[in-house]
């Protein structure tokens, strides 16, 4: 499997992980939310791809942190205690911010959490209810059941699939759950300032995910993201290409960010790059920590989720 490969991703990266110390992957995912591999298998492959660090970035949910952490002591690869929120960008599409060095335990921050994934889950079973207002025969247990970890519209997707009411998933959403389609129900909304600020009020670093393909990311987003207390930007993701690169480190230099980066690996067959397949220099995570340091020593600013009701 190729999986475990380092550097097969592109052209540029092989020759400067064999000669760097530390190899790091700083955007990964696990069963805790929708990765195929649990916390251990996931950091068990990354110490078998030779990588000494690792970030659990899980949608919505820091419950692999543990076991990831447990498994890592004994192999020897670190883990930094991460996460990956889901956004609602005012222009109608999407945005993910990571945070680093979590106090994860937190309860005011785990309480937020607990809130997103429940008003995504109400609408989850919206979603199921009204298709089976128009005649569709899928059930809530079998959506539940098809989600390991948190529940979304792919998972509905996959039961329209079995039932023969979809060819694929691009083709369920096409005809049942997009916008104006029988399906839809609109989400709830988290603006990625509130999921800045809910990383910066449990201590951690956050890093505006995957951002290449933002439109408004240069003259608007960044700019509020920054003000909100953004501290990093995704720069060697997964498979941008080097101009890509180039670009977001040099917007990352000069609003300060941490250009931070991995793979965002999720399992085979579901995402191009396999872990540990993107080279992320290893300076970014001693900046990463250093920034974790920082933040640690001064008191966390309060911060409570306030979702906007469903409409
Ligand atoms: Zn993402
Ligand atoms: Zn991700």
């Known amino acids: 499997m190729s999986d475990t490969n380092l550097g097969v991703a592109g052209g540029d990266t092989t020759s400067h992980v064999d000669r760097l110390p530390r190899r790091i992957d700083l955007h990964t995912h696990s069963t805790a939310s ?27 949910s ?10 890592g002591a004994g192999l020897g690869v670190s883990v930094v205690a991460g996460i990956e929120i889901n956004t609602d960008l005012p222009s109608g599409g999407v945005a993910h911010v990571l945070g680093y060095h979590l106090d994860w335990r937190h309860d005011a921050f785990q309480g937020a959490l607990e809130e997103l994934r429940a008003a995504r889950e109400r609408r989850a079973i919206r979603m199921v209810e009204k298709l089976n207002q128009v005649g569709l025969d899928i059930t809530w247990a ?11 519209r792919p998972h509905i997707a996959q039961a329209l699939i079995e039932k023969g009411r979809a060819t694929s ?32 009020g449990a201590r951690g670093v956050p890093s505006l995910a995957h951002p290449a393909y933002i439109q408004t990311l240069e003259d608007d987003l960044l700019p509020r993201l920054v003000a909100a207390g953004l501290l990093g930007l995704e720069t060697y993701y997964g498979e941008y290409p080097p101009e890509t690169v180039e670009r977001l480190k040099g917007l990352a230099d000069r ?29 970014v995570a001693e900046r990463l920590g250093q920034a974790a340091e920082e933040l640690r020593q001064a008191p966390a600013p309060g911060f409570a989720l306030e979702l906007p009701e469903e409409e």
């Open 169 to 200: 998933v691009s083709d369920a959403f096409d005809r049942w759950l997009s916008k104006g389609r029988p399906g839809f129900v609109p989400r709830v909304r988290v603006l990625p300032e509130d999921a800045v600020r809910l990383i910066r």
């Open 34 to 60: 929708d990765g195929l591999y649990t916390p251990a298998e996931l950091v068990r492959m990354a110490s078998t791809a030779g990588l000494d660090l690792i970030a659990l970035t899980d949608h919505d």
């Open 142 to 152: 079998r959506v539940r059941a098809l989600a390991q970890g948190a529940v979304g």
């Open 255 to 283: 609003h300060g960010l941490i250009p931070t980066g991995g793979s965002d690996y999720h399992g085979p067959g579901l995402h191009p790059t396999p872990l540990g397949g993107r080279f992320v220099p290893p300076e």
């Open 62 to 71: 820091t419950a692999g942190i543990d076991e990831a952490h447990a498994t």
